[in-house]
């Protein structure tokens, strides 16, 4: 049986790749569960010094359209079956979100409910000019989940959040850029290529540096000027201390390119 989500370690770098083209790649039971395994995987990988950047991606011409509607609508008991799959999808986004290597998404085509979520929980979301997002929850009466309501309030403001999730208008690639919900936008045959070189890019960079610096962005917006300058001076020594700040500093001197892994 093919899994629903796919998952390749290479040259340090994860790819997890949603496998379920001909359902839009919706969110079921057995793909949240197998998101959240594939998760722990990287994870574990990366605290092993496997993985050095992330890319999540996905399967035929859509990213994910969010959750099953249509096992929603045969439940008998919908709030049991959200019950049972949305805590470990939840304790999964988590994860993926505070890894201390860098995540990029590239997303195309249909991007809806908790794929949205799943989406920009990456440092770095690459769009193709296909792709369209549409909050679509409150459409069937229900609401956020997956981290939607988080990351879209701190992306795009309170009032633009809520005029995605209350309309449930679509924003295509170049509105979601306008907004700054995506970082690039690419043709559609060129989005995958662009993504790869930058995970590939990310792989071989400062990863402690890369650590410090997502901690500190994700931590800016919850700080007063005066902890977030406190937590950039306890970074900014640690950063000095690091076999990585050495390595920069000479490679500059020396007018060459950084080797931050020189083990490969």
């Avoid at 005029?163 to 995506?182: F, H, K, M, P, Y």
């Amino acid at each position: 049986m093919t899994s629903p989500i796919l998952l390749q370690i290479q040259d340090h770098i994860a790819t997890l790749c949603f496998n379920r083209p001909e359902q839009a790649n919706v969110l079921d039971g057995g793909t949240s569960a197998c998101f959240a395994e594939r998760v722990e995987q990287i994870v574990q990988a990366q605290s092993e010094g496997r993985v050095r950047a992330v890319l999540l991606t996905a399967n035929g011409p859509h990213f994910c359209a969010g959750g099953d509607i249509r096992a929603f609508a045969a439940s008998d008991n919908m709030a049991a079956l959200l019950e049972r799959g949305i805590p470990r999808l939840h304790a999964a986004i988590h994860r993926l979100s505070t890894l201390p290597a860098p995540v990029v998404s590239a997303v195309q085509g249909s991007l809806g409910g908790g794929g949205i979520g799943i989406a920009l929980c990456a440092d770095l979301v690459l769009a193709s000019t296909s792709m369209k997002l549409r909050g679509g929850y409150s459409a069937i009466g229900l609401s956020p989940d997956v981290g939607v309501s988080w990351a879209l309030t701190r992306l795009v403001g309170p009032m633009r959040a809520k005029q995605i999730l209350l309309t449930n208008e679509a924003w295509d690639a170049q509105r979601c850029l306008s907004a700054g919900l995506v970082a690039e936008v690419h043709a559609d045959d060129a989005l995958l290529s662009r993504a790869q070189a930058l995970v590939r890019a990310l792989a071989q960079g400062a990863s402690g540096s890369f650590a410090r610096i997502k901690t500190l962005i994700d931590q800016a917006g919850n700080n007063s000027l005066h902890q977030q300058l406190a937590l950039e001076h306890l970074a900014m020594v640690a950063s000095g201390a690091s076999a990585e700040a050495r390595e920069g500093a000479l490679a500059f001197t020396h007018k060459r390119a950084p080797h931050f892994h020189p083990g490969g």
